[in-house]
């Protein structure tokens, strides 16, 4: 931790290209990093049971959402933070570009709930015969919101302001439901199910039928596109280098131009990059606290920074 840590301010931003790692099952924690990423966390959060997921908004507060606790928002230099939804359940967050927050209810099965600024009340539930069990959310730049429904079998697909959904895609092959998904620049939807491809569907969704990848995918278990479309799939496979493997595509994905296994990968579960193009891999074993993040500079396959610090 920063010996001395910079003052609260809720106007602050975070340095740009700030990594949040979320970690841990009872006594969860959620720890930042700012570039250059030197295995120095300057801010670890505490107090959570199972983080699963988080979002930023403009000011660079940090909303955490904990499927078996209180949701929480933390003001940067996140040393403070307050309870955002006083209830449990909530295992997806995201937030928009005017600060719009999107509540998944999990672990209540229920909607998932809009909450605009200053988030006095709940803007509206979205909460149709879509949704059931909605457990990931995502966004394209038209601000059309995408809802995974474990147990509806659908991702359905809303338009401002999500008072009624334009459709759902259902039977994402070869299971019922979607596991992760992600957006394109183009507005295509990527989805995998946790089996060994990955579905990609144009606009408008199901009517013109899927691309289905499946060189290089086997038990994919994180997706993410990057700002120039290029596609990441995280695999939990046992390879002969080791548990797990990194695909790298892009467009149009026919096969992988690099496949990261071996050191750097041990049962991958998250992905992400930065403005540089830096890719950051969660690792759920590995570290000596048991996970680590591994940060891999392009082109992907000459070594790795590992990221342990604050992180169980």
Same mark, same amino acid.
């Given at each position: 931790?920063?010996?001395?840590?910079?003052?609260?301010?809720? !106007?602050?931003?975070?340095?740009?290209?700030?990594?949040? $790692?979320?970690?841990?099952?009872?006594?969860?924690?959620?720890?930042?990093?700012?570039?250059?990423?030197?295995?120095?966390?300057?801010?670890?959060?505490?107090?959570?049971?199972?983080?699963?997921?988080? %979002?930023?908004?403009?000011? &660079?507060?940090?909303?955490?959402?904990?499927?078996? $606790?209180?949701?929480?928002?933390?003001? +940067?230099? +996140?040393?403070?933070?307050?309870?955002?939804?006083?209830?449990?359940?909530?295992?997806?967050?995201?937030?928009?570009?005017?600060?719009?927050?999107?509540?998944?209810?999990?672990?209540?099965?229920?909607?998932?709930?809009?909450?605009?600024?200053?988030?006095?009340?709940?803007?509206?539930?979205?909460?149709?015969?879509?949704?059931?069990?909605?457990?990931?959310?995502?966004?394209? %730049?038209?601000?059309?919101?995408?809802?995974?429904?474990?147990?509806?079998?659908?991702?359905?697909?809303?338009?401002?302001?999500?008072?009624?959904?334009?459709?759902?895609?259902? *039977?994402?092959?070869?299971?019922?439901?979607?596991?992760?998904? %992600?957006?394109?620049?183009?507005?295509?939807?990527?989805?995998?199910?946790?089996?060994?491809?990955?579905?990609?569907?144009?606009?408008?969704?199901?009517?013109?039928?899927?691309?289905?990848?499946?060189?290089?995918?086997?038990?994919? %278990?994180?997706?993410?596109?990057?700002?120039?479309?290029?596609?990441?799939?995280?695999?939990?496979?046992?390879?002969?280098?080791?548990?797990?493997?990194?695909?790298?595509?892009?467009?149009?994905?026919?096969?992988?131009? $690099?496949?990261?296994?071996?050191?750097?990968?041990?049962?991958?579960?998250?992905?992400?990059?930065?403005?540089?193009?830096?890719?950051?891999?969660?690792? !759920?074993?590995?570290?000596?606290?048991?996970?680590?993040?591994?940060?891999?500079?392009?082109? +992907?396959?000459? *070594?790795?920074?590992?990221?342990?610090?604050?992180? &169980?």
């Amino acid at each position: 931790m920063d010996a001395q840590p910079p003052a609260f301010s809720p !106007l602050a931003k975070a340095p740009k290209g700030t990594l949040f $790692a979320a970690a841990g099952i009872s006594g969860g924690t959620v720890t930042a990093f700012k570039p250059p990423y030197k295995n120095h966390a300057f801010a670890v959060m505490q107090g959570f049971t199972a983080p699963f997921d988080a %979002a930023l908004d403009t000011k &660079s507060d940090l909303f955490v959402a904990d499927p078996y $606790a209180m949701m929480t928002l933390w003001f +940067y230099p +996140y040393r403070k933070h307050k309870t955002f939804i006083g209830n449990s359940g909530f295992g997806a967050v995201l937030v928009d570009s005017k600060n719009v927050v999107f509540a998944a209810d999990t672990g209540g099965s229920g909607g998932v709930y809009e909450i605009a600024p200053p988030y006095k009340k709940v803007t509206r539930e979205i909460d149709d015969q879509f949704t059931n069990y909605p457990s990931a959310l995502a966004m394209d %730049a038209h601000h059309v919101l995408f809802i995974v429904n474990q147990l509806g079998g659908n991702v359905a697909y809303y338009p401002s302001p999500y008072s009624r959904a334009s459709g759902a895609v259902t *039977g994402i092959a070869p299971a019922a439901s979607a596991q992760a998904i %992600a957006i394109d620049s183009k507005d295509r939807l990527f989805a995998i199910d946790g089996g060994s491809q990955v579905d990609i569907y144009p606009k408008p969704y199901g009517k013109n039928g899927s691309i289905t990848i499946e060189t290089g995918i086997d038990s994919a %278990a994180a997706i993410f596109i990057d700002k120039k479309d290029q596609l990441f799939v995280a695999n939990q496979a046992y390879t002969a280098s080791g548990y797990g493997s990194v695909a790298i595509y892009k467009p149009p994905y026919s096969k992988p131009f $690099a496949v990261i296994h071996g050191k750097g990968i041990s049962d991958p579960e998250s992905l992400t990059t930065d403005e540089q193009g830096d890719l950051f891999v969660g690792n !759920l074993h590995g570290g000596a606290a048991g996970g680590f993040v591994s940060m891999f500079k392009p082109p +992907y396959t000459k *070594g790795y920074t590992s990221l342990t610090s604050g992180i &169980s």
